[in-house]
Structures are given as C-alpha cells and as structure tokens.
C-alpha cells in the first residue's frame, strides 16, 4: 500500500533483527506536499513521520 493511501486505524507491524515485533497504529494521515506526515500510536507512545507520499509499506485495515 502506498503511505498515502494509508488512513486512521490501519495496523502495521515491524519485525526487528533482534526478533522484537512492535506493532503501529495509524492515528492520522496529513498530506504535506510531496510527502505525507504521519501519526502513529505503539506501545512506547505517539509519535509521527514524513514520508514521500509514493513511498510503499505492507499495511493491514
């Protein structure tokens, strides 16, 4: 999925190297010219990115 498409309530999940799963809730989703910004929730806190808008990520509704 592209980050753009990316909306409030998707799950994405990331396996570390060192075998650590942290798991990322999607909070909001702004665009902001050719990048998106976005806001995510995990069990460290809330926190958000910039990402280009055409940029890929394995995402989950």
Known sequence: MQI????PGHSI??????GL???YEVLDVQPSGK???VT???????????YPANAFIHAAA
């Open 4 to 7: 753009s498409q990316l909306k």
């Open 13 to 18: 999940v990331e396996h570390r190297d060192c």
């Open 21 to 23: 799963v942290v798991s």
């Open 35 to 37: 990048m998106v910004e």
């Open 40 to 50: 995510f929730r995990t069990s460290e806190g809330v926190s958000s990115a910039l």
